[in-house]
C-alpha cells in the first residue's frame, strides 16, 4: 500500500484528478464527507488530506510514502526527501513586494517581513545586502503598509492581493510549482510503484491532457 | 536469558558485537569526553558543527562526544598496521527535526590503515550483515564520492554548477536537472551524462553499463571497474539482491572519498545505517593511508513495531495490613518461580494486569 498526502484544497483536488487519470483512483474521495483517508485496496494506494505545509512533515517522517508539496515549502524547510516530479501545477513565484513609492535606501538595514524567512536570507545573502527579518506567519501584506517592514519576500500568484493593498513587486526571483515527494527509505522499499506512479503521472503532465 | 526482555536495540548490540569479533575487530571503549579543539578543527567531517561543551577542572575547554569516528582516529598513532575496531558508544548531537540536543545510541566499526579492495568489501559485506541482523527487510545502498565526481567533472568545469547538479542529483530531481542543463548551454552529449547519473540507481550491472557506456576519463572507467569487482564479490554473500548501487548519495564528497552507503529497514522512515570511506579525514590529520567504517543509529530502532505488550505485569498480590508477611513472600515468590512479572500492592495498581492473588482476607 502506497500511502499519499494530498494538500487540503484546490491544488489536491487538482493533483488528485491527476492520480485519477493515471489509474490510481479512489471515488471515495469525491464524496461529501468527514473522512480524511481514503483507500483503494485494489490499486494499493491511501490518499490522505492534510495541511499543505505539513505534507513534506508526513513525508519525511514516513507517514506517507509520497506527498505533493509546493517547492516553496520544499526551500524553507528542506525535509529530506526526494523531488521526483514537477507538477507544473499551483505555479507562482517568490517575490520581493513593496509599497509603489518604495526606494531602496543602501545605507540602511532592509526590514524584510516574511513567512519564508530562509529562502529571503538566502536571496539578501548572495545580494549581499543586510537585513532585518520579520517572521510573520498570515497578512504578510499588512507589514509594509504599517511601516512594521520595507519589504515582503512571499509567493505571488497573480498578485491581486498585492495590487488591493496598493503593493508592487519589486522583483521575482523564484519560479514555484507543486513537487511530487518521496520518502527516501519508503522509496528503497517500493522503488518499482514510486516509479510506475510517477511515470504515468509524468506522461500525462507531458501529453499535456486536459484534467 | 530470556530474549523477550531485551528491547529491540539491546538485541542488536548483542548480535552485532558477536559478527564483528567474529571477523577480528576489537571492542574499542572510550571516554564520554574530548577536548574541544579536536572538533574545533574538523567541523567539516561532523554531522553538526554544534557540540555540549564544558570546562573541565583544570580550565580545558572540553566537549561531550558528537562523534565516535574522530576520536578513534585521533588515537591511532600510526595507519601503517591496520587497525580494525568496533564501538558501542553513546553520541550527542543536535537533531536535525528537532535542533536539540539528543543523545544517540551508535554503533559501528572502522578499518584504518593502508586500505585495499577487501577491506572495502568486509566493511560493505558487515554493513549489510548487520542491516540483516536487524531486520530480513533491508536494503543497502552503495555509491562511490570518486566516481561520481569524475562524472560530473566531464560534464563541466564549473563549480558553481556542478554543485547546484549534485543538489538535485541528491533529490533525484529530473525535472530542475533538466533545467540547469538547458540554462546552461548543456549539449545532448553532457545532459545524457547528466541523465543516466540521475537514473544510477538499482541493480548493479545495469547502473555501471548504464554508466560505462557514457564515462570518458580513464578515473570513471577505473572506478566502474572496481565496482564491478566490488559487487561481483558481494555477490557471493546470499545478501546481494538487497545491495544496490544508488547515486544519490555522493553528493557529500566533503566526508567520504571513495565507496559510501547507507543502509535501509523496512518499517523505520530514515537510514539506520551510514557509513564509507573517508581518508580525507586521515589525511586532515597528518595520519597516512586510508579508513573505511560505518555506524548504526540504534535509537532508531526502537521503532520498528515490537509485538504490543497486552499487560505490564502478570500478577497482583493484593494484600492488606492484617495480611501475614510470609503469605505475601510465599505468593510472590510462587510468582517469580513460574517466571511471571509479580507486584505485591495494597491497593490494585493502574497497570494492565492477568490476574490477582486476593490476600487481603488471610490473618495472622
Not at chain 2, 582516529?73 to 548531537?93: I, L, M, P
Not at chain 2, 543497502?140 to 566516481?147: H, R
Not at chain 2, 494484600?319 to 515468590?333: C, E, F, L
Request: net charge negative.
Amino acid at each position: 500500500m502506497i500511502n499519499i498526502a494530498l494538500p487540503k484544497g484546490r491544488l489536491g483536488e487538482k493533483v488528485y484528478d491527476l492520480f485519477e487519470k493515471a489509474g490510481y483512483d479512489c471515488p471515495s474521495i469525491k464524496e461529501n464527507s468527514r473522512k480524511l483517508i481514503f483507500e483503494n485496496a485494489e490499486k494499493g494506494v491511501r490518499f490522505f488530506w492534510v495541511k499543505p505545509s505539513d505534507v513534506a512533515i508526513y513525508v519525511a517522517r514516513g507517514a506517507a510514502d509520497l506527498g505533493v508539496a509546493g517547492k516553496d515549502i520544499l526551500l524553507e524547510y528542506r525535509p529530506d526527501v526526494y523531488e521526483l516530479l514537477d507538477l507544473q501545477m499551483g505555479k507562482c513565484s517568490m517575490a520581493v513586494a513593496a509599497k509603489k513609492d518604495f526606494y531602496d535606501d543602501t545605507e540602511r538595514t532592509l526590514k524584510v517581513a516574511t513567512k519564508f524567512v530562509r529562502i529571503a536570507k538566502e536571496y539578501y545573502a548572495k545580494k549581499g545586502r543586510e537585513i532585518d527579518v520579520i517572521e510573520l506567519h498570515g497578512s504578510i501584506e499588512l507589514a509594509p503598509i504599517l511601516n512594521l517592514s520595507d519589504v515582503i519576500v512571499d509567493s505571488v500568484e497573480t498578485g491581486a492581493t498585492l495590487r488591493e493593498n496598493d503593493l508592487v513587486v519589486v522583483e521575482k526571483f523564484l519560479p514555484i510549482s507543486a513537487r511530487m515527494i518521496a520518502n527516501k527509505a519508503s522509496f528503497c522499499f517500493n522503488t518499482e510503484k514510486v516509479e510506475e506512479i510517477v511515470k504515468k503521472i509524468g506522461e500525462i503532465l507531458k501529453n499535456g491532457e486536459s484534467l | 536469558m530470556d530474549e523477550r526482555l531485551l528491547k529491540n536495540e539491546e538485541k542488536a548490540v548483542f548480535a552485532l558485537r558477536a559478527l564483528y569479533q567474529n571477523y577480528g575487530y576489537l571492542p574499542f571503549k572510550m571516554s564520554k569526553f574530548e577536548e574541544y579543539d579536536l572538533y574545533a578543527y574538523n567541523k567539516e567531517f561532523l554531522v553538526s558543527d554544534r557540540v555540549i561543551t564544558f570546562t573541565d577542572t583544570d580550565g580545558k575547554l572540553m566537549a561531550l562526544k558528537p562523534d565516535v569516528t574522530l576520536s578513534i582516529v585521533k588515537n591511532t598513532q600510526s595507519a601503517k598496521e591496520k587497525r580494525k575496531v568496533f564501538y558501542s558508544e553513546n553520541v550527542y548531537r543536535v537533531s536535525e527535526r528537532t535542533n536539540q540536543f539528543k543523545e544517540i545510541m551508535q554503533t559501528g566499526l572502522e578499518c584504518i590503515g593502508e586500505i585495499g579492495l577487501y577491506d572495502v568489501f568486509e566493511a560493505v559485506l558487515l554493513a549489510a550483515k548487520s542491516l540483516d541482523v536487524i531486520s530480513e527487510e533491508f536494503v543497502l545502498s552503495v555509491a562511490d564520492t570518486v566516481l561520481f565526481e569524475a562524472v560530473l567533472e566531464e560534464i563541466t568545469a564549473d563549480k558553481k554548477v556542478k554543485s547546484a547538479l549534485a543538489v538535485l542529483l541528491a533529490d533525484r530531481n529530473r525535472d530542475d536537472l533538466a533545467r540547469v542543463c538547458f540554462e546552461n548551454g548543456f549539449t545532448k552529449e553532457q545532459t545524457e551524462k547528466v541523465m543516466v547519473l540521475a537514473s544510477a540507481y538499482g541493480d548493479a550491472e545495469k547502473v555501471l553499463a548504464a554508466l560505462k557506456s557514457v564515462c570518458a576519463s580513464v578515473q570513471a572507467k577505473e572506478k566502474i571497474e572496481e565496482l564491478k569487482t566490488l559487487f561481483a564479490l558481494l555477490g557471493e554473500s546470499g545478501l546481494a539482491g538487497k545491495i544496490r548501487l544508488d547515486f544519490s548519495l555522493a553528493s557529500n564528497s566533503a566526508y567520504y572519498s571513495g565507496t559510501v552507503f547507507k543502509g535501509y529497514v523496512k518499517g523505520i522512515p530514515e537510514a539506520v545505517l551510514s557509513g564509507g570511506r573517508y581518508d580525507s579525514l586521515l589525511n586532515r590529520m597528518g595520519k597516512a593511508g586510508g579508513a573505511v567504517g560505518f555506524a548504526i543509529y540504534l535509537d532508531l530502532l526502537e521503532q520498528l513495531e515490537q509485538t504490543a505488550k497486552a499487560y505490564d505485569i502478570d500478577c497482583v498480590v493484593l494484600y492488606s495490613d492484617s495480611t501475614p508477611a510470609h503469605s505475601i513472600v510465599k505468593a510472590v515468590q510462587g510468582c517469580v518461580e513460574k517466571g511471571e512479572r509479580v507486584q505485591a500492592q495494597k491497593e490494585l495498581p493502574a497497570l494492565r494486569y492477568k490476574t490477582v492473588i486476593d490476600l487481603r482476607g488471610e490473618k495472622a
